[in-house]
């Protein structure tokens, strides 16, 4: 507490204290010493800006007044002057100045008038507080070594080994780590050695008034009871909440009542005080905080407001300089379209005139022969004439009168939506939240959503910044028939390719986002239509390790003597679906299966040996449909090099047919097909297929 007590000047305790405006305090002979002279008229330079109240700055300096010492309680009375209305009274900003003062602390000058340090109030108070401080250093040197016991312990205190400055209560070891621990709302409690002389002002204070003013030196006749004005208060009713005597609890109505000794709750309720006060303090700095950061609030709104209002006007003036800039583009292109057109007419009617005068230059020619009386002068060059008309007759054709280009500018300007778009333009988000929300609905950027078979690849963006983080999005799709939409991705990444849709199928999609708040709203729907026709190759990561593809995984040959099975990179459930496999190499007479399989078909031996195939084999004679090693259907014709099979899956009617060389390969080989299917070959090493696909369905099928 003693460096509270220190003026900051001379760096002694105060002595004749006077208060500044600022609230904050020097001695009356330091004060002399840093007043400084000021030439008439000029007015001292403020350690404010001139744009602050006073009003603002005595409210920090009130915050500032806050100390550890009192467990975080200050006061503050204003000093300044005032009218019979409450207004505070300052001098006339126009008084002549001559003498001027500066605050050792904040910096803030002030003027004096003609009564000079006279005009600051005395410090009464902390000169009284300073005096006081002095006695009790005076008589802490000159008082005995005798020890302080714990004013906690219930019996038999023991030697006091801390005080605490906060709570004036001294501990011994277990009731400090007890009863203030030094964590928690008590950590920035001041503990120091226990002395003699702090324990008797303890005591002292115990009988002090509530009104504020200090303690007197003589202790104060403890209270007694008011039913029994003999007794002094010892107990405490915990159920009245007042404090009762002996007396009171042998006669009284707190006879049977639930009592507790009186310095023991006494005890008990400062700490709490003290710890509530503690917890007080604690919002007091949060409070000077926030007025800190609102002010500092104040700033960032005024740089950042100048700061967007300069963006918004370079956004503006770049769209009038792409117009501009478009402007010169779109007239470039006419003067070029007037050009061409003039060009066009000038030759037109060049070329014209030409020909003009090589007809009239004939006609008047001929108009000449034909005045001519003389028969056989006339028929030596009727026949050369005759022959030059119709020829000058010839040039002008069908389409040779007419016009090449028309007087109408064939260019349109459509200026209409990007009118309303300017007209609509306005901000993403013309009022800021007061709090966390959940996301605004994302905006699909249709540019780079698009389909290539039977995948969709979407892409999305934020509309507008949240002020609660976005975590994550959740992308649907429907059925591809108008039907339930389902979730087929959930996660932070903005561009998601969906796998495994049906052929021939259009979807509807749709995407949110959502953040520690909850889930946005929905995006707009758009819908993409996936290949009418399936396109795919053969599957490497499926295939047995003894298959071999080639060609962009579209030829496969085996390096096995046995059997082995390859499947297709496309799965089919419902729809349609025609390819075929053509042979590029056939030796020795084997015979290759071709037909569908489940994903988990056996794949070292032939096709349709296990229940999870559905294949026709066939050699160079004749061919058998085969599934769970079952042979059916025999059919005479056979494949050779250069030969094609043919798979129709019809899943809209549920059955599997074979065709060989463009015609149907006995009836149909399978029904009842339910699930999803995979195109399958199986071969050996004397084989080799190429695979065709995205072709369209066969014209008949017999039954």
Known sequence: MEEELKCPVCGSLFKDPILLPCSHNVC????????????????????????????????????????????????????????????????????????????PLCHRSVSLDERGLRGFPRNRLLEAIV???????????????????????DRNPVDAAVMCEQCDVFY???????????????AKHRLVPPQPNRAAGVGAARGGGS????????????????????????????????????????????????????AVMWKQHKCQISQALNAVSEKAKDAKEFLVQLKNMLQQIQENGVEFEACLVAQCDSLIEALTRQKAKLLTKVTKEKEYKLKVVRDQITHCTMKLRQTTGMMEYCLEVLKE?????????????????????????????????????????????????????DFCQSKVESGPSVPAAPLLQLEKCCTRNNSATLAWRVAAPSVSPIEGYILELDDGNGGQYREVYVGKETVCTVDGLHFNSSYNARVKAYNAIGVGPYSK????????????????????????????????????????????????????????????????????????????????????????????YVDNNRSWFMHNNSHT??????????????????????????????????????????????????LNRNVQATLLTGLELPKNTKQ
């Open 131 to 153: 005096s006081r401080y002095q006695q009790d250093r005076r008589a802490s040197a000159s008082s005995s070594s005798t020890a302080v016991k714990c004013q906690l312990c």
């Open 525 to 616: 729907t758009v819908v993409l239509k996936t290949s009418d026709v399936a396109w795919f190759t053969f599957d490497p990561t499926t295939a047995h390790r003894d298959i071999v593809l080639t060609n962009e995984n579209q030829t496969v040959s085996c390096s096995s003597y046995d059997d082995r099975v390859v499947l297709g990179t496309a799965a089919f459930s419902k729809g349609i679906h025609y390819w075929e496999v053509r042979i590029d190499r056939y030796d020795n007479h084997p015979d290759p299966a071709f037909g569908v399989a489940r994903i988990n078909t056996i794949k070292d031996m032939m096709l349709g040996k296990d229940d999870k195939a559905w294949a026709m």
């Open 28 to 103: 009356l002979a330091c004060a002399r010493n840093i007043t400084v002279q000021t030439p008439e008229g000029e007015t001292p330079v403020q350690s404010r800006a001139s744009g602050s109240s006073d009003y603002d700055y005595l409210d920090m300096d009130k915050m500032s007044l806050y100390s550890e010492t009192d467990s975080g309680y200050g006061s503050y009375t204003p000093c300044q002057l005032k009218s019979p209305n409450g207004v505070r009274v300052f001098p006339p900003a126009n008084q002549p100045r001559h003498c001027s003062l500066t605050c």
């Open 633 to 682: 259907n025999r059919a005479e014709g056979g494949i050779t090099k250069g030969s094609t099979v043919g798979i129709l899956l019809d899943l809209t009617k549920h059955t599997l047919t074979f065709y060989v060389n463009k015609q149907q390969h006995g009836p149909t080989a399978f029904e009842n097909l339910e699930g999803v299917f995979v195109p399958a070959v199986s």
């Open 373 to 425: 009386n003389d028969p056989s002068g006339f028929l030596q060059i009727s026949d050369a004439l005759i022959k030059r008309v119709t020829s000058s007759q010839d040039q002008w054709v069908k389409g040779a009168l007419e016009p090449k280009v028309g007087p109408e500018f064939d260019l349109t300007l459509n200026t209409d939506s990007l009118l309303q778009t300017i007209l609509q333009l």
């Open 172 to 186: 011994c070891n277990a009731c400090q780590q007890r009863c203030h621990p030094s964590r928690g709302p008590l």
């Open 211 to 262: 009104s504020g003013q200090l303690p007197p030196a003589t202790a104060r006749k403890p209270a007694t009871c008011v039913d029994h004005e003999a007794e002094n208060f010892n107990m405490y009713c915990y159920g009245c909440k007042t404090p009762v005597c002996m007396k009171c609890l042998e006669e009284g109505k707190h006879a049977k009542h639930d009592v507790k000794p009186l």
